[in-house]
């Protein structure tokens, strides 16, 4: 039996409701196997056996977030033992050179569009869902979890990189980890892994038609949020969202240092798994970051 006959049979069995016209696998994710049936239906099967806790914790905050985010997001359909399903959202990762190539008013519609969806996210009042067993963020670490990590960045990727290159590392990582007042944060709602193939794209109406994947979402740090999208999209690109979230420029300073340290994470990640597909993960991601004021 094929990888993809086996998980119609797996499906059936747990949803037999669902008649199978139609099946297509997607093995791309790190984290889970994605098999879209009739091209409206979209199970997600967890790879490891971490996989599958994050898998559990997202389908619980996705049914908390809801009532609650203005854009679309997936709702869970169905939940089996090793699987969750929810309608297919349509749409193409945003790249950013699709996005630079839009009209100045489409790139701020669409800032508009993912501050509205961080606002939302940030705004969750976290004493109407202190019930609901909220899971920490998977990226969030206190300031301890850094100096721990930076400790096994100077073992294990500093001999992957150029002089130069450790240079920087040592500076980015140092400078910040001086005082632990930069590690010092509200805890908000937050989703710490939105890149351009969690975005689907709308290239017709040239706007944002849905976000996926909340595996890594918790209680955390909102400018790791913002550091992804420095990350991914440039400084300048945050900017503009700051009409819609002007708040979100009180985050900026920690938000630059989670945008350098992200790609330092993905070489430790690939390193201590031994994984080198994790190196390359990000590739084409922005790099205009400004000097702190």
Request: charge should be negative.
């Amino acid at each position: 039996m094929s990888e993809i006959e086996s998980y119609a049979s797996r499906i059936r069995k747990a949803v037999p409701e669902i008649k199978i016209e139609g099946i297509t696998l997607n093995r791309e994710g790190l984290m889970n196997d994605i098999v879209i049936v009739n091209g409206d239906v979209v199970f997600r099967f967890p790879k490891h056996e971490y996989s599958r806790k994050h898998l559990k914790n997202e389908t619980r905050i996705l049914r908390i977030l809801r009532k609650y985010i203005s854009l679309e997001i997936p709702s869970p359909l169905y939940e089996i033992d090793d699987a969750m399903a929810y309608r297919f959202i349509p749409g193409e990762a945003l790249r950013r050179d699709m996005l630079v190539r839009l009209s100045e008013d489409d790139q701020q519609a669409i800032a508009d569009q993912l501050a509205q969806f961080f606002k939302d996210l940030h705004s969750v009042p976290i004493n109407e869902i202190s019930d609901f067993e909220v899971p920490m963020a998977d990226a969030l670490m206190k300031y301890d979890g850094w100096v721990n990590a930076y400790q096994r960045i100077r073992d294990k990727v500093f001999p992957l990189l150029l002089p130069h290159a450790r240079d920087w590392v040592e500076e980015h990582f140092e400078t910040h980890l001086a005082s632990k007042a930069n590690f010092e944060y509200e805890l908000k709602m937050v989703d710490t892994d939105v890149p351009p193939y969690h975005i689907l794209f709308d290239g017709q109406e040239k706007r944002i038609s849905g976000i996926i994947d909340f595996g890594c979402a918790g209680l955390g740090d909102p400018a790791i949020d913002f550091g992804v999208i420095i990350y991914h999209y440039g400084e300048s690109f945050l900017r503009r969202f700051y009409i819609r979230y002007p708040e979100a420029e009180t985050y900026l300073k920690r938000a630059r240092f989670y945008a350098g340290a992200h790609e330092v994470r993905w070489l430790l990640a690939g390193s201590e798994r031994s994984e080198t597909f994790w190196f390359a993960v990000h590739i084409g991601s922005a790099k205009d970051v400004y000097s702190s004021a």
